[in-house]
């Protein structure tokens, strides 16, 4: 019943309902209906394309606000990458050579597992092998720079206050006494000099020790 109401009325934009353009006439549904409305009549068929026509051209526009701008064509010759088929997704895409425009969107390309059918939008232009461009240019040579010596950051007064060929010398007439060598944190033999007073104070103190109550009643070696 529902499909009958639709098919009894014109859609927007449409004069003529489905059902009149399809048996130029109304149907009988649970409606009041006047008779007169019921008897066949013509349709007019311009009418009737003029309005598909600008249905059309209304969808077309709306769905072009959205859509990116139309693919570039391709000419035979140039090298393009295609995408695999669906069995084998996630493979790379094919290499090859466009040999034949079949149809406005629809390319021929060689490629090295054979010749495969592509549509444009499964196709990306791509630069020719390097066998089949021109010669590279030359790269320019710059002039050679020797690097210059890093100096540390601690060391960068030193060397600007004393040449580098200059250093302190040591004279003849001075003797340098052995003990001097002999590192005093590493004594040699034992020691039988006294803590001063500063290690006595820089000593822990000690904790005054007490027995239990419960060892008051035996003999405890400490």
């Not at 649970?30 to 008779?35: E, F, G, Q, S």
């Not at 019921?38 to 007019?44: G, K, R």
């Not at 895409?93 to 939008?121: A, F």
């Not at 027995?211 to 009643?217: A, G, I, N, S, T």
């Amino acid at each position: 019943m529902a499909m009958l109401h639709y098919r009894n009325t014109p859609p927007k934009g449409h004069t003529y309902s489905p059902a009149q353009r399809m048996l130029f006439r109304r149907t009988k549904t649970t409606l009041p209906t006047a008779v007169g409305a019921l008897a066949p009549q013509l349709v007019s068929h311009a009418t009737v394309i003029q309005e598909i026509q600008a249905k059309r051209a209304a969808s077309k526009r709306l769905y072009d606000k959205e859509a990116g701008l139309d693919h570039s064509e391709l000419e035979v010759g140039s090298y393009a990458y295609a995408k695999p088929p669906p069995n084998r997704r996630g493979q790379p895409w094919s290499y090859g050579v466009v040999t034949n425009v079949d149809r406005r969107r629809s390319y021929t390309l060689q490629t090295p597992s054979g010749s495969i059918r592509r549509n444009r939008v499964h196709i990306r232009p791509a630069a020719p092998p390097l066998s089949v461009t021109t010669k590279p240019l030359p790269v320019p040579t710059l002039p050679y720079i020797p690097p210059t010596p890093y100096i540390p950051p601690d060391d960068v007064a030193t060397h600007t206050m004393m040449p580098a060929a200059a250093s302190p010398e040591i004279p003849a007439s001075m003797d340098i006494p052995v003990q001097a060598a002999v590192n005093p944190a590493q004594p040699s033999g034992p020691s039988t000099t006294p803590p001063s007073a500063d290690n006595q104070l820089n000593r822990r103190p000690l904790r005054e020790k007490r027995l239990p109550l419960k060892l008051q009643d035996y003999v405890v070696n400490l």
